[in-house]
């Protein structure tokens, strides 16, 4: 059975830091690009973050410079570095497993991050 566990979420200040975790499991997880995803209340789902299979990293524009991405496939886990955090950074994040040949898709249930003083 494949299970995405995110954690890390939570309350923090504009310009706050938070570190996001997804721990997989019941997948070759080294074979498995993986994406944090956000939906922010009455929008559409949008790509924060990925990292490859061979390590390479792509951000949306609007998190370029604050966030990092980062994967150890020894642990099975991905992690997201967010620093600089704003308001509009508020959505419930989500992490993605996408098979490097694009056969299978898995998601976790979510953790939220809320932006506010």
């Known amino acids: 059975q494949v299970q995405l566990v995110e954690s890390g979420g939570g309350l923090v200040q504009p310009g706050g830091s938070l570190r996001l975790s997804c721990a997989a499991s019941g997948i070759t997880f080294s074979t498995y690009h993986m994406d944090w995803y956000r939906q922010a209340p009455g929008k559409e789902r949008e790509l924060v973050a990925r990292?490859?299979?061979?390590?390479?990293?792509t951000y949306a524009d609007s998190v370029q410079g604050r966030f990092t991405i980062s994967r150890d496939n020894a642990k099975k886990t991905v992690y997201l570095q967010m620093n600089g955090l704003k308001p509009e950074d508020t959505a419930v994040y989500y992490c993605?497993?996408?098979?490097?040949?694009?056969?299978?898709?898995?998601w976790g249930q979510g953790t939220q991050v809320t932006v506010s003083s």
């Open positions: 993605r497993a996408q098979r490097f040949t694009l056969t299978n898709d898995y």
């Open positions: 990292t490859t299979i061979n390590g390479r990293t």
